[in-house]
Nanobody, 125 residues
Framework: QVQLVESGGGLVQPGGSLRLSCAAS????????IGWFRQAPGKEREGVSY????????YYADFVKGRFTISRDNTKKMVYLQMDNLRPEDTAVYYC??????????????????WGQGTQVTVSS
């Protein structure tokens, strides 16, 4: 059974850091592009970052560039999102998802699948 499970969310003060984890099971992680998305209350889900199967092509949305870092360890079947210098506007439920590698860098939600259940990140003082 294909499954992605997020963890690592929590409450953090502005300027703080969190590391999210996405655990993959039921498929060969090394063949798939993995992305992180987020959905804030009352807003649509948006793409945050993705990493190619061998971690050699990464994408970051403009609103997280320089603050978030995506990485993966295919041997451990894990993908990570290191989030630094967090802001209140980063508050959202964060999801990981997978897609077959392609040249599309737009992170259109409909092209991704096997969504996890999400992990809540709250940035507040």
């Amino acid at each position: 059974q294909v499954q992605l499970v997020e963890s690592g969310g929590g409450l953090v003060q502005p300027g703080g850091s969190l590391r999210l984890s996405c655990a993959a099971s039921g498929f060969n992680l090394g063949f798939w592009t993995i992305g992180w998305f987020r959905q804030a209350p009352g807003k649509e889900r948006e793409g945050v970052s993705y990493t190619s199967p061998h971690d050699d092509d990464k994408y970051y949305a403009d609103f997280v560039k320089g603050r978030f870092t995506i990485s993966r360890d295919n041997t451990k079947k894990m993908v990570y999102l290191q989030m630094d210098n967090l802001r209140p506007e980063d508050t959202a439920v964060y999801y990981c998802a997978r897609k077959w590698p392609d040249l599309d860098r737009s992170m259109i939600e409909g092209t991704w699948g096997s969504w996890g259940q999400g992990t809540q990140v709250t940035v507040s003082s």
